[in-house]
């Protein structure tokens, strides 16, 4: 059973460029959550797609966007890039969106805004 | 007010000793309680679940009190490999399936 993995491990972008992010979730697994994790500071919550359908969202701009594809994967995308927008970025798969457990993390982005 | 609020530490342990910190919560209908390991630069991994009864896993022992609304962990004996950042997490209710972490705390285990 593949884990979840994450493309580009690492990434270097100016201000104002776009940045697409990608996402494998673990086999079998549905659900896929991004998170964004600024130095120092614990995991946010950017959103979550189910069945190719973002089922909730937390407190980013529009200018973060999300796409689920048919086999489950999954895509983030920045436009008009800040440099606060540098963090690394976690992708997590589940089974299903609502079941009682903890979600597995691939091992990230790093994004760094110049 | 943070959602999930942790101290940051460090706290520095003589290995083979125990150390408890702990986080408070502040969504009363959370339904699920976690923590997680972080070691540096890498991604967070679950350590263990948390129930209102109480669990252990090895050396760790975690502890949810609904009432007060906050989350403890104990790591027994502890190893020089345990120096990591923990991560409390919180999960459901109002929140819908989203993981709302704390900003971690850091510990630090000695020779």
């Known amino acids: 059973e593949t884990g979840v993995t994450q493309s580009p491990t690492h990434l270097i972008k100016t201000r104002g460029q776009q940045v697409t992010l990608r996402c494998s979730s673990q086999?079998?697994?549905?659900?896929v959550s991004w998170y964004q994790q600024a130095l120092g500071q614990g995991p946010q919550f950017i959103f979550q797609?189910?069945?190719?359908?973002?089922?909730g969202r937390g407190n980013f701009p529009p200018r973060f966007s999300g796409l689920q594809f048919p086999n489950y994967s999954s895509e983030l995308n920045v436009n008009a890039l800040e440099l606060d927008d540098s963090a690394l970025y976690l992708c997590?798969?589940?089974?299903?969106?609502?079941?009682?457990?903890?979600?597995?993390f691939g091992s990230g982005t790093r994004l760094t805004v110049v | 007010r943070k959602e999930v609020e942790q101290d940051p530490g460090p706290f520095n342990v003589p290995e083979g000793a125990t150390v408890a910190f702990n986080c408070t919560y502040s969504n009363s209908a959370s339904q699920s309680f976690f923590w997680y390991r972080q070691d540096c630069r890498k991604e967070p991994k679950l350590l263990m679940s948390?129930?209102?009864s109480g669990n252990e896993d090895g050396r760790f022992t975690a502890q949810l009190n609904r009432a007060s609304q906050y989350i403890s962990l104990l790591i027994r004996d502890s190893k020089l490999s345990d120096s990591a950042t923990y991560l409390c997490?919180?999960?459901?209710?109002?929140?819908?399936?989203?993981?709302?972490f704390g900003g971690g705390t850091r510990v630090l285990v000695k020779p």
């Open positions: 997490v919180v999960k459901g209710g109002t929140a819908g399936n989203k993981l709302t």
């Open positions: 948390v129930y209102s």
């Open positions: 797609y189910y069945r190719e359908e973002e089922n």
């Open positions: 086999s079998g697994h549905n659900t």
């Open positions: 997590a798969s589940s089974l299903e969106r609502g079941q009682d457990y903890g979600y597995t």
